[in-house]
């Protein structure tokens, strides 16, 4: 059974960073595009970013330049780098894993919290 955890959430101030990383268990990782959302409070969730399992990425415009996804397949695991943090950056993060030769199998992990305030 495919399982996505996610880790690395907390508390930081304005202009802070943080890294999140997302761990797969019972799949093939180089067979997954990884991706991050989020949901902030009375807010629709949002896709951030995604990283393929070529390395190729894209980012939300409000994230460019401040975000970086990577991932080690090695490890199992995907990364979200997040600098200059801002307080409007403050919601659940989501990891997603989705099949690349399979568009309904997709895999959701529980959330972490990221809140940035002073």
């Known amino acids: 059974q495919v399982q996505v955890v996610e880790s690395g959430g907390g508390l930081v101030q304005p202009g802070g960073s943080l890294r999140l990383s997302c761990i797969l268990s019972?799949?093939?990782?180089?067979?997954?595009?990884m991706s991050w959302y989020r949901q902030a409070p009375g807010k629709h969730r949002e896709l951030i970013t995604t990283?393929?399992?070529?390395?190729?990425?894209n980012y939300r415009d409000s994230v460019k330049g401040r975000f970086t996804t990577s991932r080690d397949n090695a490890k199992n695991t995907a990364y979200l780098q997040m600098n200059s943090l801002k307080p409007e950056d403050t919601a659940v993060y989501y990891c997603?894993?989705?099949?690349?030769?399979?568009?309904?199998?997709?895999?959701w992990g529980q959330g972490t919290q990221v809140t940035v305030s002073s």
């Open positions: 997603t894993a989705a099949r690349e030769d399979r568009l309904d199998m997709t895999y």
């Open positions: 990283v393929n399992s070529r390395d190729i990425t």
């Open positions: 019972g799949g093939i990782f180089n067979m997954y595009s």
